[in-house]
């Protein structure tokens, strides 16, 4: 967790920072600091910064929201590509981590021009984000499609007997297929085994004896072969059914066989690889979204700045990382240190936590909170 804050300037910005280190790093070890430098951004109008201000509030939620998002994305990528053993996509911000891209922020002038409009610059932004969020959602249904055919595949490869393809369970040795004989495959249940050997040469006349053979089992169930007639094949069958055994419709098909396997290994193959383009694209699209969404921030505190302030634009904008036990402190300090002329009309001591806002806490020092790792 980070705060980003506006600070009214005390002199001068290196006055005031050296102030803020003293008071809450070298004297009482309650954050880490990073300078959070701003260019001369175009300011325009108070009212349609006022305009933007409320603007940006929303807009920052939308593009927190797509960040952890696709970060979530990355990371479910990951955990598949660990579990495959092969090395994960390095989450990265322009070449950085993220926290490194945060704390050490420089405005991109070549993306974002300092002199353009900021509405113009925040609509960039957004337009940036919420192509993101589509390309996202488009991606991520490829590779769910892809992956709901692997798994009806491997369901129907691995299932139960009574529903299980055959296919790979099945072999020519098992099977007779003449004009006269043809051999039947049954689903017995592992408890009904001993009366299915005792009594399935009985269940019509022309069965071959001793012609029926385990070839597959599972947990409930066990596949057994008979050889019999074929005119007596449906009369066979009802006869079984009445029992409480299943007959499965199979018919033995070599050729079949390899093209229904080479079928699902390129469909696994397809999938592997629409999984490694999401995660290589997410990887790269966090960074973007990232990268956009840190931008939106230093417009907002800028834009929050102007207001609270005045102008011309006089504060130092600053990182902080604070220590999780020392916050409630924290806020005190800076309240008592950095409170904006006439904050006190609307804030006292007790309120240095924060007061309720519409925008959520607000402080008597511009003010808001960062997480990466949502």
Known sequence: MYWLCALPLLDSKDRTWNLLQQKTTYDNDMSINYRFELPELRIGTLDSLMVLSDDLVKVN??????????????????????????????????????DNYLERFTWDEAKYPPRRPLQETVSTLTETVQKLEDDLKVRVSEYNQLKGQVNQQNRKATGSLAVRDLSGLVS????????????????????????WQSSYEKFCEFVVPRSSKAVAEDNDNALF????????????????????????????????????????????SEMQS????????????????????IHTCAVRLFTESILRYGLPPQFLGVLMKPNNKAQAKLRKCLAAVFASQGADKYFDDKDAGGVAGAEGEMYPYVSFSISIDS
């Open 172 to 195: 020519s040795k098992d099977i007779i297929s003449t004009e006269n004989l043809v051999t039947l495959f049954v689903v017995v249940s592992k408890h009904s085994k001993l009366e």
């Open 61 to 98: 939620g939308l593009m927190e929201a797509v960040v952890n998002k696709i970060r979530r994305q990355l990371f479910e990528m990951q955990s598949l590509a660990a579990s495959e053993d092969k090395d994960p996509q390095e989450v990265l911000v322009e070449g950085v981590p993220p």
């Open 225 to 268: 072969t008979v050889t019999l007639f074929r005119r007596v094949a449906d009369t066979f069958k009802t006869a079984a059914r009445t029992r409480g055994f299943q007959v499965r419709e199979y018919e033995y098909d070599a050729g079949h066989q390899q093209e229904s396997k080479a079928a699902g290994d390129s469909l696994r």
């Open 274 to 293: 629409k999984r490694s383009q999401l995660e290589e694209w997410s990887a790269t699209a966090y960074g973007e979204a990232f990268s956009a969404w």
